[in-house]
């Protein structure tokens, strides 16, 4: 069975050619110009243009690249589930969709599209438990099942650290960013069983925010030898305080990297994130 990615799953090149997973780039506009996720644009380009305060907006993959793909796979009777971001927040996951309904109708082979609601690393940790759980003896049915199952378990916290790529996304208004500037306000959001994005709480100054997401964590993980995967973008004297107040807490087994491009364009490049499985 193939296994398939979009760019919002923080996974490593090296781990992708291990497994033999492909990876379909979003798309990343600057100043009205189109790159595709990864393959275009890297996440320094990125970053400087944030930091120079050009437009940035992002969208689904190119609808080629989807279709080019998965019909691929679908001629060649090869099996395959592709991992998207959030359908919440993202048309990946329908656009991909429709492509795969249309395919069931020319071919027999068996095809999905996994909505792991959520992204980066909560999405990566949700790929690497399926590819560590499945086996040739499940049905193609019961692998999909799995992958849900895994969807439904995972958390991600994160804290945003700067306001204004929210802002420019729309999701505050300038009025806000203003009095969260003025008085360090630090808004904490995670993501819904549903995969939309929701406030957990509002904070004042750095350190506090950052004890409220080692808060979250321990009250949703049952043990500290869970696996807990910590996302930054490009600070990493946060990424720095976050890592050590979850050895602090107790956690053994910490990992960590830097978010995809696309999503650093909606967060900005203060941000960091928690994420872990539940069970």
């Known amino acids: 069975m193939k296994i398939i990615i979009d760019s919002t799953i923080d996974l490593k090149e090296d781990y992708l050619k291990k497994n ?17 996720d990864i393959k275009e644009i890297n996440v320094e380009t990125l970053f400087e243009a ?32 592709f991992f998207t971001f959030s359908k919440k927040l993202s048309g990946t996951f329908n656009a991909a969709t429709l492509i795969v309904n249309e395919l069931k109708e020319k071919y027999k082979t068996n095809m999905a599209v996994i909505d792991t609601k959520n992204g980066g690393m909560a999405s990566a940790l949700i790929v690497e438990r399926f590819i560590n759980s499945i086996n040739d003896e499940m049905s193609f049915d ?14 991600q916290i994160f804290l945003v650290n700067d306001l204004s790529q929210l802002k420019k996304g729309g999701r505050i208004s300038s009025l806000q960013s203003l009095i969260g500037s003025l008085i360090h306000i630090k808004p904490i959001l995670y993501i ?18 950052l004890k409220e997401l080692i808060k979250f964590t321990n009250s949703n993980t049952l043990s500290k030898d869970t696996k807990v995967g910590v996302s930054y973008v ?46």
Do not use: W
């Not at 033999?20 to 595709?36: A, E, P, T």
């Not at 793909?69 to 589930?81: G, M, Q, R, T």
């Not at 978010?259 to 069970?279: E, P, Q, T, Y």
């Open 50 to 81: 944030i930091n120079t305060k050009k437009d940035i907006k992002t969208s689904l993959p190119v609808l080629s690249d989807m279709y080019d793909l998965l019909s691929k796979y679908a001629k060649e009777n090869i099996p395959f589930v």
């Open 234 to 279: 490009q600070n990493e004297s946060i990424l720095k305080d976050t890592l050590n107040l979850l050895k602090e807490a107790g956690y053994t087994n910490i990992v960590n990297n830097r978010l995809a491009s696309v999503m650093a364009a909606h967060i900005g490049l203060d941000a960091v994130s928690i994420n872990f499985f539940i069970d």
């Open 142 to 155: 019961e692998k999909v099942d799995l992958a849900y199952s895994y969807a439904a378990n995972v958390r």
């Open 192 to 209: 819904d069983l549903n995969g939309e994005i929701k406030v957990h709480k509002n904070t004042i100054g750095l350190k506090r925010a």
């Open 20 to 36: 033999n997973i492909d990876q379909i780039s979003l798309q990343v506009f600057i100043d009205g110009k189109s790159y595709r």
